[in-house]
């Protein structure tokens, strides 16, 4: 068993003793989930959700068993309708991919931005960011809830990325280099940076986005370090600027398929949980560390680390909280979201909360243990996903 354990008297393990007569004692058949991810073989992601698969079938003493698909049973692209319709158990949803499926979701995962105005190092930022946003969709957020519902996804946890940067083909430091640049936006807020800078902003998967840097299609790719390796971004870009335009992408690392929860034992939906908690801790964790270890490896093999000008990083901030006051608004007339400064609010609330939360963490084990006491382990088993 893991070293992470429910607090005395938190109600997950109450729930779970109260149903526990309605299993059969002594009957225990062996359950296999399919998690397909987006993110090829050999990458962090698929070490961390590889993690979460052996969490599970220590913590369900064997009773499931999770097989990863890493880039092979679904694509980003196809996750959404991939683990509605049952063709997987499990999917990482990155809902930026799925504005008009996800509107509620989508505009607290933008608020990311907002970790780019708060003190200390913007690499650790997401373990607080990704904290706040679960807290969020998991306790705060019913509209959330039914956008989940109506896709026929359980949300079960989230990870993120370091703040992204631009990793480039040509240098950039001024506004004036960002201007006509075709940059990579993974995501609305990222577009509307480019945009608001001078550059024009180039939708596609990331999945196409090595091809498009070598072929000239891009010169920019707002990305994390980890995807230095992880898209092979390093063996092609020449330039990077750290610092712009930054936001982390935190997204659904672990959606399930409804029905599929539906139908399983309270147990197994805990070590499912906890399961969950581990694979936040890990992701965000690796990413940090795998983070590190790429700008150094970039550094290495000769590739141009620039400083934005101070104008470049003055305009940023001043935008990014222009954007923030924005978002509400844009959402509100675009997708019909209400009370949209509530939950702004409540967003920033949260982020307080979890920038103490986070401000000491360390090593991995820390941060899987602030997950699972402050999130996963109060998640009542016998009502939520229902």
């Given at each position: ?115 780019e105005l708060q003190d200390g190092d913007p690499a650790r930022n997401v373990m607080a960011f990704n904290g706040a946003l679960m807290e969020y969709f998991f306790f705060n957020c019913p509209d959330c ?193 209400k009370d949209t400064d509530a939950k702004l609010a409540k967003m920033r609330e949260l982020m307080a909360k979890w920038s103490k939360l986070t401000a000491e963490v360390e090593t991995e084990a820390q ?20």
């Open positions: 068993m893991n070293s992470w354990k429910p607090a005395a008297g938190a109600a997950v393990i109450a729930i779970s003793a109260s149903v526990a007569g309605l299993v059969p004692t002594g009957v225990q058949a062996t359950e296999s989930l399919r998690f397909a991810i987006g993110w090829p073989p050999g990458t962090s992601a698929e070490a961390s959700t590889q993690h979460f698969a052996d969490v599970a079938g220590e913590e369900s003493g064997g009773d499931l068993q999770v097989k990863v698909y890493p880039l092979s049973l679904l694509n980003f692209l196809e996750s959404t309708s991939g683990v509605r319709d049952g063709v997987a158990d499990l999917t990482t949803v990155l809902t930026p991919y799925f504005i008009t499926e996800f509107p509620e979701m989508n505009y607290a995962t933008e608020l990311a931005s907002l970790a809830q039914t956008e989940l519902e109506a896709q026929n996804h359980v949300y079960l946890t989230g990870s993120g990325s370091q703040s992204y940067f631009l990793q480039c083909t040509k240098p950039v430091e001024t506004i004036a280099d960002l201007e006509g640049l075709r940059v990579r936006a993974g995501g609305a807020f990222w577009a509307r940076w480019a945009t608001a800078m001078g550059a024009t902003p180039v939708s596609m998967s990331i999945n196409e986005t090595f091809e498009g840097l070598s072929q000239g299609v891009v010169d920019c790719v707002a990305a994390s370090a980890p995807e230095l390796t992880n898209f092979g971004f390093i063996d092609v870009v020449t330039d990077m600027t750290p610092g712009v335009p930054g936001a982390s992408f935190v997204s659904g690392v672990a959606h399930m398929n409804r029905d599929r929860w539906q139908e399983m034992s309270p147990e197994n939906k805990l070590a499912l949980l906890k399961a969950s908690a581990a694979l936040s801790g890990r992701g965000v964790f690796s990413y940090y560390e795998t983070g590190n270890e790429n700008m150094e490896m970039a550094r290495e093999k000769g590739v141009t680390i620039h400083k934005p000008s101070d104008e470049l990083m003055e305009r940023t901030r001043s935008w990014i909280a222009e954007d923030a006051a924005a978002l509400g608004a844009s959402y509100a007339d675009r997708f019909g979201l941060l899987t243990q602030i997950y699972w006491d402050e999130l996963h382990s109060k998640i009542d088993v016998a009502s939520y996903g229902q």
